[in-house]
């Protein structure tokens, strides 16, 4: 469940809200892309089936990269966001740990370091990242815009419960 | 067997066949697959498309040149969803066409089928 951006040249994205959001950046090809994602059921450690959406956003990224030259063993990642912002009842196996609990196994996982991190807490972020440089930007947001920020996180969470995403199937 | 560049993919698709009872060999790309297929026989062969070293397409081509998977099962399980790669796919030899994220119970029941 995520966007999905990756461009060879120079590039800023904002994005704004509370998922997480891994940046890849290969440091030799320099390009970069930026993946904003949320699994608003997490993922069950135990089922790796229950992952599925958020390990098939993150192959869509490294696909991207790996048609722009990237060597999938130079990726590095910058993950940023999970913060506790919706108006939903915290505990400690929420929405935001479990998204934290996902991207950590995943990177593990494939073997890409996290050279950069900022995740948890209780504050909205922003985060503006540059393909070219690699170098990523976070502010945290706070009053009007974040409350703002959280409600349409909230809609899109609802959205995305209610959809099927699963791919489709043909024998020849 | 199983080959995806993505480990997290292979874990997937490894749980969802041993839940059901089959034995999953796991391949990370077209270039090692084909070389564990030199030494073992498989009923099935589950691969990706985009992979480093060895793409899936070139993988089916290569499969199908070896007597013992000229005839088995071959599914691409894949990101790509256009009808120009499926195309692509059929014409190297592909027996189905599977676009990710795979439903687990979906996948079960295609193996299933073609497994005859």
């Known amino acids: ?172 | 067997m199983t080959v995806d560049d993505t480990a997290s993919m292979r874990q997937m698709i490894s749980f969802t066949l041993n839940s059901v009872g089959h034995k999953v060999v796991e391949a990370c790309d077209g270039k090692e697959a084909l070389k564990i297929a030199q030494e073992k026989k498989f009923d099935l062969v589950i691969a990706d498309i985009n992979m480093p070293n060895m793409d899936g397409i070139t993988l089916v081509k290569s499969l199908r040149d070896l007597p013992d998977f000229k005839l088995i099962p071959i599914l691409m399980l894949t990101t790509e969803s256009q009808t120009a790669k499926r195309q692509e796919g059929k014409s190297a030899g592909a027996t189905g066409w599977i676009v990710k994220p795979f439903n687990p119970e979906q996948l079960i029941a295609i193996v299933k089928k073609v497994l005859g």
């Not at chain 1, 996290?114 to 947001?141: K, N, P, W």
């Not at chain 1, 409350?147 to 959205?159: Q, S, V």
Request: charged residues 25%; hydrophobic residues 40%; aromatic residues 10%.
């Open chain 1, 1 to 172: 469940v995520g966007s999905l951006r990756a461009l060879g040249l120079f590039f800023w994205t904002p994005f704004r809200g509370r998922a997480l959001r891994p940046v890849y950046y290969g440091p030799v090809a320099r390009a970069g892309g930026m993946n904003h994602f949320l699994l608003p059921d997490g993922a069950n450690a135990n089922d790796p089936t229950s992952a599925r959406y958020g390990i098939n956003a993150m192959e869509l990224l490294i696909n991207e990269l790996l048609k722009l030259n990237v060597q999938r063993r130079r990726i590095q990642a910058k993950i940023f966001g999970a913060g506790h912002v919706l108006k939903i009842r915290e505990s400690l196996d929420g929405v935001p740990q479990r998204n934290i609990d996902f991207i950590r196994r995943f990177l593990d996982t494939e073997r890409i370091p996290i050279v950069t991190e900022d995740l948890g807490g209780y504050r909205s972020r922003r985060v503006l990242f540059s393909a070219q440089s690699g170098v990523a930007y976070m502010r945290y947001l706070d009053g009007a815009y974040a409350a703002r920020t959280a409600d349409e996180e909230l809609a899109y969470l609802e959205k995305m419960r209610a959809r099927k995403l699963d791919g489709d199937a043909t024998l020849f």
